[in-house]
Every structure is written in C-alpha cells, then in structure tokens.
C-alpha cells in the first residue's frame, strides 16, 4: 500500500514536468491566436510574396522575403564561416590531439558559447566591420557579413562539441582497419570516419543553423535594421529577430496591426526552428540504430 | 613511392591545420577581450557603479543596470529552480516508461531549441499582458524562467543518473520509501551536479537580452528597483541600448559595462566548472 504523502508528492513532481508542456502549449497558442488578428487583415499571398516590408511606415507594406532574405544570408554566412572550422576542429581534437591538450582546449572553446550574445554584438560592430572596411570596398558600417562571421564564430562550439561527439561514438575496429590498410591518419580521418559519423556531423550543422536563424543582438546591432531583400553581404539587412527588436524598442500599440506583425514574424521563425529541430531528432534516431 | 610521400606530408600538414583552426576561435576570444579591456578598464570607478543612467556619458553609470540584474538573477533563480529540480525528479525516478513522462521528455528537447527571441513573445502576451504585470522583474524573471527551464531539467537529470542503483536498494532494503530514498539519498549524492547546472542556467539568464527587450524591459529607467512589480532594465539591455549610440564615448561606456557583465558571466561559470570537477573527484563509486 502506498501512503498518501507518496503519492502527493510524485503528483506535485509530475505538475512540475507539465509546466514545460504547458510552455510549448502557451507559445503556440500566443504565436496563432496574435497572428491570427494579423492574417485576417494582410492576405497570406502578400505576406509571402510581397517584396517590400514596411509596417512602420506611413505606406504600409507587409511582404516577409526581405525578413527571410536578411535572415537567409546571415545564417548562410554564418554557417559558412563555423562548419569548416567546426569540423576541422572536431576531427583535429578527436583524431590528432592528444589527451592533455584536448583537455586545455575543450574548455577554451567552450568560453566561447558561455559569453552573452550582446557583447559578441559589440565585437561585431567596434572590431570586425572595421577590419573588414579596411579591405573590402564598399562595406557599409552595418552589414550583413560582419554580423554573419560573429555569429559564425560564435556557433563555433555547437558544432565542434556535436561533431566531436560523433566522431568519437565511430568504433575504433574503423580506424584499426584503415591503418591496417596504409591509409595515414589524415586519410582515415576524411575517408572512413568523418562518413562513418557524418550523419551526426550533419546534426550539429542543422542545430548550428537553428541556432543562427534564432540569434537576435548580433544581428540587430551589426547587420543594420533596415528590410533589404537582397544578397549582397555588404549591405545593411535585417532579420526576423531583429524586426522583433526594433518593434519592441518602440512604441507600438496594443492591438494594433504593427503589433501584430512581431507575431506574425514570430511564428515564422519559429516554424523554421521547429522544423529543423525536428529533423535533427530524426536523424539523431536513425542514426543511433545504426550503431546500435 | 611519391604518392606515399605525398600521403604523409598531407597528414602532417593537416596537424598545423587543425592547431590553426582550432587556434582561430581562441585568439579571436584574446583579441576581443584584450580590445574591451584597453577600452573600458579606464571607464570604470566608483562613479560608474552607483550613478544613474544619464544622457550624458561621462557622469552615466549601471547602477540600474546591475542592480536590475542582481534582481533578475534572484528572482528567475526563486522560480526556475524548484520547478526544474522537480521536473528532472520525476522523469528520472518516477516517469521511465509511463507514456507522460515520454511527452514531457519529446516537448523539453524541442523547447530547448526555441530562440530566447520567441520565450519574449510568450513573455510578452502572458505575464505583460494577460496577467497584467506590465514590464516589470517579476514578468522578466518568469519569462526568463521559462527560457533556463530545460537545461535545470537536462542538468538534474544527467546529476542522478550518475548516482549508482546500489545506493537506492541500499535506501529501500532499509525500508525507506521512495520519497525518502530520493531526499536523504540520492538528492545529497547528485547535489554537486545539479548545482552545477542551475548556476550554468542562470549564467544564461544573465546574459539574454531579446527577451527582456521583448517584455518591454526599458532602457532608460532613473530609479533603483524596489519591489518586483518595478519596472526595470538590465546590463545587457544597457549595453545593447549604448551600443546603439553613435558617439564614442557611449562605446567607451558599453565596453566597461560589458567587462563587469563578463565577470560576472565568468566568475559563475568558473564556479559551475569548480564544482564538477571537484564533484568528479570526491564521488568514487
């Protein structure tokens, strides 16, 4: 027979763990219900194929794809910047690096994820753009590359760590075979084990994307905040976080159909983040049979 | 022969490669830290500690700033805590096939992958709106609480996953309850894991900005918090707000506010990795 309190308490722990479903329920319910007020009035056709973005203005405008094209570039450069580095990274620390030296350098790399987003803002604007307008002509003092390079920098970790992981789970009877073959340490690395975990590798890549596609101050202070549909890394653009900011520093209504736009862009970056967390469960699955 | 030759001289270039690389990370980190303290170390004094915000720069300071921040910390640390450590409990002791604890475990991984930016949006409509708490640092903190929650639960449920089942048969073959197994035991043996990620957590929390811009968290705010129903601002919201200013002496101020809010982040993190190691070293099962 169990005794009440028991039961009590586990009924008490169980409450607490629900409190995270509540969270996602709450979020999707805020993100529908406010957008829902936005698409009522703006038709979903404008929204999505509308190429100028400008609530704020007295002629209003309400076309996401210079919200995703800003987005777009600066996770794409991003990205370009932290996956060679993050995987070389990875297969350096896990294949060549002995055991003292991993152990100095993993917790350098992780300083990196612990400092605030703000200050790798600061970092992009005071540092980077200027370095860069020394070289490239034309770079305006916001702009999309400079912010993308931070933030490259700073999803770093979440793509060394990850692939790392991934790389050491590779059975070691892989490497003993390749060797025994002849292949030097570099060939084995990049022939047997990087493919033998590349489907781990692929999942820090799609969380590093989640990640850049989220990241806010970065991007809200180095890349400008002007709707730019454009391709151009030199130019000023702005992200759907970074809207989501400007909106907010101001003074916008309750109700009012500029406040709506922030849920609007809301769920679509968080349709985006969904998605590819979810595929990254996915492959995390699939590929954990594999070796199982 | 000379492919050979050319096989290994590839290996060991790739050594320099991979040193470079993985030097890149860490000298950017040196040269941005050296490059904030040359130019915010001079900023700092006294003045700068216990002034209010002012429009202009050289009499501004954070008092507000991080004050708010302590605020914030105390707060979010008062809701996240309890509610994590629970929810970490259960899943690891009490829910392991039920189909609850399943859900629950699905809805954590993916909350934990939802940008700070849309935690704010939440934030925003629940406790600003809805609840009608306005942006104030009880409407900062439960948001923000809210953002920490998954990785208090992740982190409590690695910490006693570490405690050996020796120790709960031990616990029940005394007779003990399931409760009192969990509370005299296994809490006090995961204890130096758990504190690890909570102070991890809310080293999180101290550095997020989107959401409390989000909330409405001012930038501007002449008065030190009192109650939690205040209105109020943080150092990085600070930060953000001089950053956003065209004159240098505003960069200057960014910079030293910037350095505390590091120490700050830095000192909370060398605690966290203190104490795993030293939980590491005691703990020999």
Redesign the interface.
């Known amino acids: 027979m169990k005794r009440t309190g028991e039961v009590v308490i586990e009924k008490i722990l169980a409450l607490s763990g629900l409190i995270t479903v509540l969270t996602t329920a709450a979020i999707i319910w805020v993100l529908v219900s406010e957008s829902w007020g936005f698409f009522v009035t703006v038709p979903l056709s404008d929204f999505l194929f509308d190429t100028e973005w400008t609530p704020l203005f007295a002629q209003k405008r309400y076309g996401i794809l210079p919200l995703l094209s800003g987005t777009f570039l600066t996770t794409a450069i991003a990205i370009l910047t932290a996956v060679p580095l993050g995987i070389i990274i990875a297969v350096y620390l896990s294949e060549y690096a002995n055991h003292d030296l991993r152990k100095a350098l993993k917790p350098a790399l992780e300083v990196l994820a612990a400092v605030p987003t703000v200050v790798y803002g600061f970092f992009a604007l005071t540092v980077v753009t200027p370095f860069l307008q020394t070289f490239i002509p034309g770079l305006g003092s916001f702009n999309a590359l400079s912010a993308g390079i931070v933030m490259g920098i700073m999803i770093i970790p979440v793509i060394s760590s990850l692939s790392e992981d991934a790389l050491y789970a590779v059975p070691k009877s892989l490497r003993e075979a390749s060797y025994g073959m002849g292949a030097t340490k570099f060939q084995t690395s990049f022939k047997v084990i990087v493919p033998a975990a590349s489907s781990g590798i692929m999942v820090s890549v799609i969380l590093g994307i989640a990640r850049a596609i989220g990241e806010t101050m970065v991007v809200a202070i180095a890349a400008g905040q002007q709707p730019n549909l454009t391709l151009d890394p030199r130019e000023a653009v702005e992200t759907i976080t970074a809207y989501i900011v400007q909106v907010s520093l101001g003074d916008v209504e309750h109700g009012s159909i500029e406040y709506k736009t922030i849920f609007a862009a809301g769920i679509t970056l968080f349709v985006f983040t969904f998605l590819l967390n979810n595929l990254s469960f996915w492959l995390k699955q699939k590929y954990q049979e594999k070796y199982e | 022969m000379n492919k050979i030759r050319r ?2 001289l ?2 060991s270039a ?2 320099y ?3 470079a ?2 030097g ?3 000298i ?2 040196a ?2 830290l050296g ?2 303290l040359l ?1 915010g170390i001079a900023r700092i004094d006294w003045d700068f500690l216990t002034n209010l915000p002012s429009r202009r720069a050289h009499r501004a300071g954070i008092l507000t700033a991080w004050t708010g921040t302590a605020w914030i910390l105390g707060l979010t640390a008062i809701i996240a805590i ?3 450590v ?2 970490g ?3 690891q002791e ?2 392991k096939k039920n189909r ?2 399943h ?2 475990e ?6 934990a ?10 934030g ?3 406790f600003v ?1 809805m609840l009608d708490w306005g942006g104030s640092l009880l409407a900062g903190a439960f948001t923000l609480a ?1 953002l920490i ?2 990785i208090i ?1 992740v982190a409590t449920r690695e910490a006693l996953k570490a405690v050996p089942n020796s120790l709960r048969e031990a616990s029940f073959g005394m007779g003990a ?3 009192q197994t969990i509370w005299y035991q296994i809490l006090p043996a995961a204890s130096g894991g758990i504190l690890t990620g909570i102070i991890l957590a809310l ?1 999180r929390a ?5 959401p409390l ?2 909330i ?1 968290a001012l ?1 501007y705010v002449p008065f030190v918090a009192e109650t939690p129903m205040d209105e109020f601002t943080v150092l ?1 919201i600070q ?2 707000n001089w ?2 200013r065209p004159q240098e002496a505003f ?1 200057v101020n ?2 030293a506010a ?1 350095i505390i ?2 120490a700050i ?2 000192v909370m ?1 060398g605690i966290a ?1 203190y104490l795993r190691n030293r939980w590491q070293k005691k703990v020999t099962w």
Request: proline share 5%.
């Open positions: 096989n290994r590839i290996d790739f050594k490669v991979g040193v690389c993985t890149f990370g860490i950017v980190l040269i941005f490059d904030i130019k309890p509610l994590g629970s929810a409990i259960y899943l009490y829910g609850l604890a859900i629950i699905l809805n954590i991984a993916n909350l992958g939802v940008p700070s930016i849309i935690y704010g949006l939440l925003l409509q629940i709106r809210l929650l998954p639960i309850t399931k409760w080293s101290v550095g997020e900005t989107a811009i989000v409405g930038a990085p930060i953000f950053v956003s960069l960014a910079a910037i809010l590091l982040t830095f993190n990795v």
